[in-house]
Each structure stands twice: as C-alpha cells, then as structure tokens.
C-alpha cells in the first residue's frame, strides 16, 4: 500500500496593521486501533478584535521538541507531543458537549515558531488573548 505525500504547513503572515492573531478547529481526529492518531485541524487568521469566541491555551511545560504531526489545512505540521495531547484531550473533552467545533488559540501552534519577527509581535498580544 502507497503512503500519501502531505505537503508541510506553510504559516501565512499575519497582517501587522489589522493586529492579527492565529485560530484553529479541530476538524476531525481518525483513531484506528493499532495506528497513530491523525488529527485534522483548520488554521486560519482574523483581527484579534474580531475573532469571536474561543478558548485560549498556553503553558511552559514539557519538551519543546516538534515530535508529534497534525494535519493543518490538508498540510502536515509539527508541533511538540504535549500541545499533540492537549488538543486531544480538548477534542475528547468537548466533542460530546457540543455538535459545533471548538475555536482555540494555542500558542505553539498559533504562533509561527520559526519566526521571530512575529513571536515578537504577538508575545505583546497574549494578555488580550
């Protein structure tokens, strides 16, 4: 059986002037006995004024260490295993409260990582968040 090619996540920048922030959805997660847990998200932008509700998540635990693969936009993405199990549990979590799919901000997913120019930007935003 051929694996499928999944192209990596490219993070789109954020518009500086209109004082953007990442959101995401948990779209879906595939759980087959035996095999690893593929979740599927969906990122997208909005004016931080704007969003709408949603749940914010940050912390400063755990290894820092991208080892755990999400599927971000049909693309596949890299983020450290605890942010993986926390989106996991929020999904578990919520999933049987509400037929609706949960908005979050989660820092190590919704802030670029690779760049610094943006984590500087919106490392002054995380009180708004």
Same mark, same amino acid.
């Given at each position: 059986?051929?694996?499928?090619? +999944?192209?990596?996540?490219?993070?789109?920048?954020?518009?500086?002037?209109?004082?953007?922030?990442?959101?995401?959805?948990? +779209?879906? +997660?595939?759980?087959?006995?035996g095999k690893e847990v593929i979740m599927h998200l969906q990122v997208f932008s909005s004016?931080?004024?704007?969003?709408?509700?949603?749940?914010? +998540?940050?912390?400063?635990?755990?290894?820092?260490?991208?080892?755990?693969?999400?599927?971000?936009?049909?693309?596949?993405?890299?983020?450290?295993?605890n942010t993986f199990w926390t989106l996991y549990t929020i999904y578990h979590s919520t999933?049987?409260?509400?037929?609706?799919?949960?908005?979050?901000?989660?820092?190590?997913?919704?802030?670029?990582?690779?760049?610094?120019?943006?984590?500087?930007?919106?490392?002054?935003?995380?009180?708004?968040?």
């Open positions: 059986m051929e694996s499928q090619k +999944v192209d990596a996540f490219q993070y789109r920048p954020l518009a500086k002037d209109r004082c953007e922030i990442r959101l995401v959805r948990i +779209v879906n +997660v595939q759980e087959d006995p004016p931080l004024d704007e969003a709408g509700p949603y749940i914010a +998540v940050w912390y400063a635990w755990g290894d820092p260490t991208p080892t755990s693969k999400l599927v971000c936009n049909n693309a596949a993405n890299w983020v450290p295993e999933q049987r409260a509400s037929t609706r799919a949960v908005t979050l901000w989660i820092d190590a997913l919704c802030i670029n990582q690779a760049d610094v120019d943006e984590k500087n930007i919106q490392a002054p935003l995380m009180g708004r968040i």
